[in-house]
T-cell receptor
Framework: AQSVSQHNHHVILSEAASLELGCNYSYGGTVNLFWYVQYPGQHLQLLLKYFSGDPLVKGIKGFEAEFIKSKFSFNLRKPSVQWSDTAEYFCAVNAASGTYKYIFGTGTRLKVLA | DTAVSQTPKYLVTQMGNDKSIKCEQNLGHDTMYWYKQDSKKFLKIMFSYNNKELIINETVPNRFSPKSPDKAHLNLHINSLELGDSAVYFC????????????FGQGTRLTVV
C-alpha cells in the first residue's frame, strides 16, 4: 500500500532562513508527486508537482523540490522564507497506474517569525 | 470563477441529525474525491468517483453516503451525525488520465454539537 511520511511536524524559522521539508513515500511502482500548501483557514493549493523528466521541480512562490528515486524522497526547499509562508505543507503521492487516489502525508506546520 | 465549489462552507448541527454537503467542479474533470481533515490536519481519503462510478470507498461508516449525479457533481450525505464527525470535509477533482493535479474546494467545516 502507498504511504507518505513527513518527518517534520512543526518547523519554526526566522524570515530569510532556508527551508527544507522532508517527504518520503512508500510504493513500488511509478508515482506522481505533489506538494500542497494550506494557509490558515483556506483550502489546499498546489505548490509544485512532479510527473516525469527533470527531477528538480520549480513551483510557485520560490519553492522547489527534488525527486530522488533511489531514496523515495521528494523534499521541498526554499532558500529564503517569508512571514507569508506560514502555513501547513502537505506532500502527496499517487500511483501512475492502478487505483487513482492521492495519499497525503501528515503535514508540516511551518511558522515563520517576522 | 471558482473551479471546485462546496456548499455550505460552515455547518453546525446537532447529534443525530442528517446533513448533506454539495460539491461542483467546472473544470471538465472526470474524477472527484471526498477527503476528511481532522483537528490535527490529517487528510484522509473517503471516497472517489470516476465518471459517476464509485471507485474508492475507504473504511468509512455506512452513515456516509456519496452520490454523483453527473461528472461535475459529488455530494456527501451523512446520517445520524456523531460528535466524531466534526471535521473539515474537502472535495477535490482531477482527470483520470493522470496528467494533472487534484484541485480542492474551499472545504466545509462541520461541527456536531
Amino acid at each position: 500500500a502507498q504511504s507518505v511520511s513527513q518527518h517534520n511536524h512543526h518547523v519554526i524559522l526566522s524570515e530569510a532562513a532556508s527551508l527544507e521539508l522532508g517527504c518520503n513515500y512508500s510504493y513500488g511502482g511509478t508515482v506522481n508527486l505533489f506538494w500542497y500548501v494550506q494557509y490558515p483557514g483556506q483550502h489546499l493549493q498546489l505548490l509544485l508537482k512532479y510527473f516525469s523528466g527533470d527531477p528538480l521541480v520549480k513551483g510557485i512562490k520560490g519553492f522547489e523540490a527534488e525527486f530522488i528515486k533511489s531514496k523515495f524522497s521528494f523534499n521541498l526547499r526554499k532558500p529564503s522564507v517569508q512571514w507569508s509562508d506560514t502555513a501547513e505543507y502537505f506532500c502527496a503521492v499517487n500511483a501512475a497506474s492502478g487505483t487513482y487516489k492521492y495519499i497525503f502525508g501528515t503535514g508540516t506546520r511551518l511558522k515563520v517569525l517576522a | 470563477d471558482t473551479a471546485v465549489s462546496q456548499t455550505p462552507k460552515y455547518l453546525v448541527t446537532q447529534m443525530g441529525n442528517d446533513k448533506s454537503i454539495k460539491c461542483e467542479q467546472n473544470l471538465g474533470h472526470d474524477t472527484m474525491y471526498w477527503y476528511k481533515q481532522d483537528s490535527k490536519k490529517f487528510l484522509k481519503i473517503m471516497f472517489s468517483y470516476n465518471n459517476k462510478e464509485l471507485i474508492i470507498n475507504e473504511t468509512v461508516p455506512n452513515r456516509f453516503s456519496p452520490k454523483s449525479p453527473d461528472k461535475a457533481h459529488l455530494n456527501l450525505h451523512i446520517n445520524s451525525l456523531e460528535l466524531g464527525d466534526s471535521a473539515v470535509y474537502f472535495c477535490a477533482s482531477t482527470t483520470s488520465d493522470r496528467n494533472t493535479e487534484a484541485f480542492f474546494g474551499q472545504g466545509t467545516r462541520l461541527t456536531v454539537v
